[in-house]
């Protein structure tokens, strides 16, 4: 059912229910979270968030919000698979965890890749003759 006519809180409205945090809270935060960066132990996100009393999902949605904070969490983002990939190299953390993070959180893959030629004529060339030797012959047979 739409709004009734004239209603001053309808969508479209600069009204309604006052924002939680605003911009100039935000781009606090944002700053905050550049400086909470520069700390070795600080890894998680999720530690700002709680150290700064509020929930781990408020960063995606400041994000949403907020150019300033938009580009802060892209560059934390950056800045946390960098510092993971370091400390995973010199052994200065959990390489198990350090793998699900740059898995799960970043992307990262552990991919095995095989290279296979072949005949473009008869692909099967390759594999029939890599199997014995002589079945290649079969295919050559039937051909004629």
């Not at 919000?65 to 995973?88: P, T």
Request: overall charge positive; some cysteine.
């Amino acid at each position: 059912m739409p709004a009734p006519k004239g209603n001053k809180f309808a969508k479209g409205h600069k009204c309604g229910r006052p924002k939680k945090y605003t911009d100039e809270f935000i781009e606090n935060e944002a700053k905050a979270f550049y400086e909470w960066m520069k700390k070795p132990e600080n890894i998680l996100f999720k530690s700002f968030a709680l150290e700064r009393g509020y929930l781990a999902s408020n960063l995606s949605e400041f994000a949403q919000n907020n150019k300033v904070f938009s580009e802060c969490l892209q560059y934390a983002r950056e800045w946390q698979e960098q510092k993971l990939a370091n400390y995973g190299l010199f052994n200065k953390t959990n390489p198990s965890i350090t793998k699900f993070i740059l898995g799960n959180c970043h992307g990262w893959v552990e991919k095995t890749q095989t290279q296979l030629s072949g005949d473009a004529q008869n692909p099967l060339n390759f594999v029939l003759t890599d199997i014995d030797g002589k079945t290649k012959d079969l295919v050559d047979q039937n051909d004629g």
